[in-house]
């Protein structure tokens, strides 16, 4: 059997460091959020978020049943960006490539880390 740790090693650093760039946002993370309404006085919760997340699976890789909730809680959160990027007809690349893809990667992780 092979032993998938290193996937939620990735995703937790993925997270971190999309966390950290959110501090101080560049460019296509304020398309993204200024084009699903998100307000920007509320744009720290992200932030808060992530970075529990991140914390979350990191601490999973000694706790296995923590990363699979905190992965758990990752994809809840993409597919919630999901919903706000349909609701807001915010379909561009940010939705495709960022959104979508963290989705995917993070229903990837979910996946291989319990077979």
Known sequence: MIDYWWLTALLAMVLLIDALMSIRPPMFIVKCLDGVGFPRDWWWTLIVVKLAAAAGLAVGLAYPGVASAANAG???????????HY?????????????????????????????
Not at 74 to 84: S, T
């Open 74 to 84: 990752v994809i809840v959160y993409f597919l919630c960006a999901a919903y706000a």
């Open 87 to 115: 609701r807001a007809r915010f379909m561009t690349q940010e939705f495709w490539i960022n959104c979508l893809g963290m989705l995917g990667f993070s229903i990837v992780v979910l996946v291989l880390s319990n077979v």
